[in-house]
C-alpha cells in the first residue's frame, strides 16, 4: 500500500478496531501475558485471513510484541479499505485493496512472499501454497504456517503427501477454541444475519437447504432453525448425514432439496456445491449464499451463462433471470455472504480464534517442531478456555483427590 494514506479513511478505521480491542478481553490477556516474552521481536510474520477489523486487530497485537508484520486479505471481497489505511497509518505493511481482480490479489500475496516471513497466519493456505509454487526460494525460511480454515487444512494435507510439506504447521481450525465456537456459532449466527440484512426478508417458514454438515453447516442449521425456518440438509457423507436427521433435520440430495428451497446456503469448504447441472432444479426466487470458501462453492459463471438478464435489486444482491421466467438471487457475488456482505463473525467469537493464532504462531516461535501437520497443543486450548470463563466471571470446580485418583488409575 501506498505510504499516502487518506486519512478519513484511515480514522474510520481506527474507530473499526478500537471497537474490536474492547470487546477482546481473551486476546488481550493472553496475548499481553504470553507475547511479552519477546520470543516474536524481531520475527517476520505474515497475516493472510479476511481483512477487516478483527484481523487488524491481532496484526496490531503481533506487531506490539516485537514482530515485523505484514498483512494481506485473503479475500478481495471481504478486504476493508478503511481498516487497510489504519493498519498503514501505524505502520503495518499492508497489501490489500477491496475488490481487487484476481491479477492484482495474485500480486498482493507474492508481495507478501517476498517479504520472506518466518511465521504465517493464514486463511485457505492462500499465502502458504503460493510460497510453495511460486517462491521456492523462501520455503526453508519458514519456520511454520497456522492455518486457520478446514480448507487449508486439506490443502495442507495435500502439500504433506506430495513431500512439500518441509516445515510444521498448526491445525488451528481444528483447536476446540476455534471450530467448536467460530465454525458453528460463528458462522452460524452471521451468515444468517448477513443474509437477512442483504434481502430485508424474515427467515420465519422458509425452507432452507445447507449444502454440507461439517461444524459450519450444524451452525447454519441451528440458527436457521432457531429463527424459524425449516432445514434440508444435503450431505454426502453417511454420518454426517445421520447426524443431521438425529439432530431433527431433513436430509435429501440436491436435486430433492433445490425444488422447494427459499435459501441455499453452501457450506462444504469445496467446490461446486451449487455447480452447473443444479441450476435447473432451483426454485423461482431463491436466494443464494456462500458460506464456505471463497467464491468456489456456487457456480456463478454457470449462473450467469445460463441467465437471460441479470440485475442489482438491492446492494450485494443480483438477480439473475433464467429464460423460463426463474429468479434466482446471488448474495454478496458469491463471495462468503457474512464477511463480503456483513461484517463477518461476531468479534467476542473472534476473540477465542485470534487467541488460537495468536498463542500459535508464539508456540512456532518458542518451539522447533518437525515438519508436517500438527494438531495445535490442548493445554493451550484449554487456556483459551478457562480465560474466557474467567472473564466472563464463571468459576469451575477442580477434580477431588478421590475423583483424580480414579482418573489417574484408569488412565491410558
Given at each position: 500500500?501506498?505510504?499516502?494514506?487518506?486519512?478519513?479513511?484511515?480514522?474510520?478505521?481506527?474507530?473499526?478496531?478500537?471497537?474490536?480491542?474492547?470487546?477482546?478481553?481473551?486476546?488481550?490477556?493472553?496475548?499481553?501475558?504470553?507475547?511479552?516474552?519477546?520470543?516474536?521481536?524481531?520475527?517476520?510474520?505474515?497475516?493472510?485471513?479476511?481483512?477487516?477489523?478483527?484481523t487488524a486487530y491481532l496484526a496490531?497485537?503481533?506487531?506490539?510484541?516485537?514482530?515485523?508484520?505484514?498483512?494481506?486479505?485473503?479475500?478481495?471481497?471481504?478486504?476493508?479499505?478503511?481498516?487497510?489505511?489504519?493498519?498503514?497509518?501505524?505502520?503495518?505493511?499492508?497489501?490489500?485493496?477491496?475488490?481487487?481482480?484476481?491479477?492484482?490479489?495474485?500480486?498482493?500475496?507474492?508481495?507478501?512472499?517476498?517479504?520472506?516471513?518466518?511465521?504465517?497466519?493464514?486463511?485457505?493456505?492462500?499465502?502458504?501454497?503460493?510460497?510453495?509454487?511460486?517462491?521456492?526460494?523462501?520455503?526453508?525460511?519458514?519456520?511454520?504456517?497456522?492455518?486457520?480454515?478446514?480448507?487449508?487444512?486439506?490443502?495442507?494435507?495435500?502439500?504433506?503427501?506430495?513431500?512439500?510439506?518441509?516445515?510444521?504447521?498448526?491445525?488451528?481450525?481444528?483447536?476446540?477454541?476455534?471450530?467448536?465456537?467460530?465454525?458453528?456459532?460463528?458462522?452460524?449466527?452471521?451468515?444468517?444475519?448477513?443474509?437477512?440484512?442483504?434481502?430485508n426478508t424474515c427467515a420465519p417458514?422458509?425452507?432452507?437447504?445447507?449444502?454440507?454438515?461439517?461444524?459450519?453447516?450444524?451452525?447454519?442449521?441451528?440458527?436457521?432453525?432457531?429463527?424459524?425456518?425449516?432445514?434440508?440438509?444435503?450431505?454426502?457423507?453417511?454420518?454426517?448425514?445421520?447426524?443431521?436427521?438425529?439432530?431433527?433435520?431433513?436430509?435429501?440430495?440436491?436435486?430433492?432439496?433445490?425444488?422447494?428451497?427459499?435459501?441455499?446456503?453452501?457450506?462444504?469448504?469445496?467446490?461446486?456445491?451449487?455447480?452447473?447441472?443444479?441450476?435447473?432444479?432451483?426454485?423461482?426466487?431463491?436466494?443464494?449464499?456462500?458460506?464456505?470458501?471463497?467464491?468456489?462453492?456456487?457456480?456463478?459463471?454457470?449462473?450467469?451463462?445460463?441467465?437471460?438478464?441479470?440485475?442489482?435489486?438491492?446492494?450485494?444482491?443480483?438477480?439473475?433471470?433464467?429464460?423460463?421466467?426463474?429468479?434466482?438471487?446471488?448474495?454478496?457475488?458469491?463471495?462468503?455472504?457474512?464477511?463480503?456482505?456483513?461484517?463477518?463473525?461476531?468479534?467476542?467469537?473472534?476473540?477465542?480464534?485470534?487467541?488460537?493464532?495468536?498463542?500459535?504462531?508464539?508456540?512456532?516461535?518458542?518451539?522447533?517442531?518437525?515438519?508436517?501437520?500438527?494438531?495445535?497443543?490442548?493445554?493451550?486450548?484449554?487456556?483459551?478456555?478457562?480465560?474466557?470463563?474467567?472473564?466472563?466471571?464463571?468459576?469451575?470446580?477442580?477434580l477431588t483427590p478421590a475423583q483424580?485418583?480414579?482418573?489417574?488409575?484408569?488412565?491410558?
Open positions: 500500500m501506498s505510504t499516502a494514506v487518506d486519512t478519513e479513511l484511515a480514522d474510520a478505521g481506527d474507530q473499526r478496531i478500537d471497537w474490536v480491542a474492547r470487546h477482546s478481553p481473551v486476546l488481550n490477556r493472553l496475548t499481553r501475558e504470553r507475547l511479552a516474552d519477546g520470543a516474536l521481536a524481531g520475527r517476520r510474520v505474515a497475516v493472510v485471513v479476511h481483512l477487516e477489523a478483527k496490531l497485537l503481533l506487531a506490539e510484541a516485537g514482530a515485523e508484520v505484514v498483512a494481506a486479505g485473503s479475500n478481495p471481497g471481504s478486504t476493508q479499505d478503511s481498516v487497510c489505511a489504519a493498519l498503514a497509518r501505524r505502520d503495518i505493511e499492508v497489501h490489500a485493496r477491496h475488490g481487487s481482480p484476481p491479477e492484482e490479489f495474485e500480486r498482493d500475496l507474492l508481495a507478501v512472499a517476498d517479504t520472506g516471513p518466518e511465521l504465517v497466519v493464514d486463511d485457505g493456505l492462500e499465502l502458504t501454497a503460493r510460497i510453495v509454487e511460486h517462491r521456492p526460494d523462501l520455503v526453508p525460511g519458514l519456520r511454520g504456517v497456522t492455518e486457520e480454515t478446514t480448507t487449508g487444512i486439506g490443502r495442507l494435507r495435500a502439500l504433506d503427501a506430495a513431500g512439500k510439506l518441509t516445515f510444521p504447521a498448526l491445525r488451528a481450525n481444528d483447536a476446540w477454541c476455534k471450530h467448536l465456537f467460530d465454525n458453528r456459532f460463528g458462522t452460524g449466527q452471521s451468515t444468517l444475519a448477513a443474509i437477512l440484512r442483504l434481502t417458514g422458509k425452507l432452507v437447504c445447507v449444502v454440507g454438515y461439517g461444524w459450519v453447516g450444524r451452525g447454519l442449521a441451528q440458527y436457521a432453525s432457531g429463527l424459524g425456518a425449516r432445514v434440508v440438509v444435503v450431505e454426502v457423507d453417511p454420518v454426517r448425514a445421520l447426524e443431521a436427521v438425529m439432530e431433527g433435520h431433513e436430509v435429501a440430495p440436491l436435486a430433492g432439496a433445490l425444488p422447494r428451497a427459499d435459501v441455499v446456503i453452501a457450506a462444504t469448504g469445496g467446490v461446486d456445491a451449487l455447480p452447473a447441472a443444479a441450476l435447473p432444479f432451483l426454485r423461482d426466487g431463491v436466494l443464494l449464499a456462500n458460506a464456505g470458501h471463497h467464491d468456489l462453492e456456487i457456480d456463478v459463471h454457470a449462473l450467469a451463462g445460463r441467465a437471460t438478464s441479470r440485475t442489482v435489486p438491492r446492494p450485494g444482491v443480483e438477480t439473475f433471470t433464467f429464460d423460463d421466467g426463474r429468479r434466482a438471487h446471488l448474495l454478496a457475488g458469491g463471495s462468503l455472504v457474512n464477511i463480503a456482505g456483513a461484517d463477518g463473525h461476531p468479534v467476542e467469537i473472534m476473540d477465542l480464534s485470534f487467541s488460537v493464532q495468536a498463542l500459535a504462531v508464539h508456540h512456532l516461535a518458542t518451539n522447533d517442531l518437525a515438519p508436517g501437520v500438527h494438531a495445535f497443543p490442548a493445554e493451550l486450548d484449554r487456556e483459551i478456555a478457562r480465560t474466557k470463563l474467567a472473564t466472563l466471571g464463571i468459576e469451575l470446580d477442580d483424580r485418583a480414579f482418573h489417574d488409575e484408569w488412565a491410558v
